[in-house]
């Protein structure tokens, strides 16, 4: 039944129109497709206009299969961008046909990384054996003072294009060549966050050294922080580095990295949509957020910052029928164990290194060019006089 002379829904009414559960109701909602209002002012109880439900149902198609609408929008000719890395499906996603979330505690970051960039967990003994070359190494000791009061993400800024200038390797942009590139990338940055701590046992392992080195339980979940992150198909920043890679600007691995480390992700609006919940490609929530607070209650389940980041879970569920995203899990993380400031950017640019250079290598063996159109929206012609 239709409610009040304007036409609103109960949240149940839209779901059954639409013909999908609450969960993805809610999840329309926080993306801005379906506009929410609270019902005679109370905040638990919320009507849904008609005319926004029978629009969405009228171009349900298009969001249901997002690749028609993007049909050749990335490129003349081809109707999608092809990636044989990362594949999400409502409620999970996967790295080359291997679950994710499984990966997160079954897996080393190397492991993952090895399996991102070249299709096999193996070649992870062959990327990470081999040593820096010793003239980076000795511009990175020079730099390392000059890092001290800086964030880990304005340390990564700082130091990854000054190391570049030693390795002359990063031109090389045959695949392996890149993967053997990403791997120097992934344990100088690991090394950076850790405030110069030596690489000896692994890159979790390296990060939880510098940052809490009295707390090994840590570690496990460091790497199932960074795993989580590592890749999340083509948002801004992997088009981004994938745009880099085709434009060959600049032609050197490490340069696009430094580029993409000013980027970041993009923070959200402001609005009924809370930072840290709602995720766009998960309508029955975000998988990564999820588990990784899983994780962190399980091994500090009396810890302030994880019975805080339980009660705004419940609240905002409750609320705006929203689940935390990655984000809010990196947060959490972050304060659970008491990491410096800036942290939780960190562990994310660190974790999504990975997936860029994945992206890289990709661009790189495409041989295809990434041509955006524009759909013109100004005035018409002017005729002649």
């Given at each position: ?6 036409r ?6 839209a779901?059954?129109?639409?013909g999908?559960?609450l ?5 329309y909602?926080?993306r801005?497709?379906i506009?929410s ?8 109880s ?13 171009h349900?198609?298009?969001y249901r299969?997002p ?9 003349a000719?081809t109707?999608?961008?092809?990636s044989a890395?990362t594949?999400?499906?409502?409620d999970?996603?996967?790295?080359r ?21 070249t299709g ?15 003239s980076m ?8 003072p000059?890092l001290?009061g800086l ?16 390795d002359?390797?990063?031109y090389d942009?045959?695949p392996?060549?890149?993967?053997q590139?990403?791997?120097r990338i ?6 950076v ?5 030596h ?6 392992q390296t990060?939880q ?9 840590a570690?496990?979940?460091?790497a199932?922080?960074?795993?989580l992150?590592?890749?999340q198909?083509l948002n801004?920043t992997?088009?981004?580095a994938?745009?880099l890679?085709?434009?060959d600007?600049?032609a050197n ?7 993409l480390?000013k980027?970041g992700?993009?923070?959200?609006g402001?609005?009924e949509?809370v ?22 209650a ?6 302030p910052?994880?019975?805080?980041a339980?009660r705004i ?9 929203e689940?935390?995203t990655i984000?809010?899990?990196l ?5 659970a ?6 942290g939780a950017?960190a ?7 990975i ?7 990709e661009?790189?063996q ?7 159109r524009?759909?013109?929206i ?8």
């Amino acid at each position: 039944m239709f409610m009040g002379k304007n036409r609103y829904l109960t949240a149940q009414e839209a779901a059954t129109e639409l013909g999908i559960s609450l969960d993805t109701l809610y999840a329309y909602v926080s993306r801005g497709l379906i506009r929410s209002e609270a019902s005679d002012g109370q905040k638990r109880s919320r009507w849904y206009p008609l005319e926004d439900v029978q629009r969405l149902k009228k171009h349900k198609g298009e969001y249901r299969h997002p690749d028609k609408v993007a049909a050749g929008a990335m490129q003349a000719g081809t109707a999608v961008m092809e990636s044989a890395i990362t594949m999400i499906t409502d409620d999970r996603f996967y790295y080359r046909g291997h679950d994710a979330l499984t990966l997160a505690t079954t897996h080393s970051v190397e492991q993952v990384a090895a399996l991102i960039w070249t299709g096999d967990f193996s070649a992870e003994q062959s990327l990470f054996s081999r040593t820096s070359p010793e003239s980076m190494l000795a511009r990175y000791h020079k730099i390392c003072p000059y890092l001290a009061g800086l964030t880990p993400l304005e340390a990564f800024q700082v130091c990854l294009p000054l190391v570049a200038l030693d390795d002359i390797a990063a031109y090389d942009l045959r695949p392996e060549a890149v993967a053997q590139t990403g791997a120097r990338i992934l344990q100088l940055l690991a090394r950076v966050a850790a405030g110069g701590q030596h690489i000896t046992q692994g890159i979790a392992q390296t990060v939880q050294q510098g940052w809490v080195p009295h707390d090994e339980p840590a570690t496990a979940l460091l790497a199932a922080a960074l795993i989580l992150c590592a890749d999340q198909e083509l948002n801004v920043t992997t088009f981004t580095a994938r745009f880099l890679r085709e434009t060959d600007a600049p032609a050197n691995v490490r340069s696009s990295m430094t580029s993409l480390l000013k980027r970041g992700e993009p923070i959200p609006g402001f609005g009924e949509v809370v930072p840290g919940f709602g995720a766009v490609f998960y309508p029955v929530g975000d998988p990564r957020g999820k588990l990784l607070l899983e994780l962190t209650a399980q091994v500090y389940p009396h810890s302030p910052a994880v019975l805080l980041a339980q009660r705004i879970t419940e609240e905002t569920n409750d609320l705006l029928g929203e689940r935390p995203t990655i984000f809010f899990g990196l947060v959490t993380l972050a304060r659970a164990l008491n990491l410096p400031p800036g942290g939780a950017i960190a562990l994310f640019a660190l974790g999504r290194t990975i997936g860029w250079i994945g992206h890289g290598i990709e661009q790189y063996q495409a041989n295809q060019v990434i041509r955006p159109r524009a759909r013109y929206i100004g005035p018409p012609p002017l005729e002649k006089v």
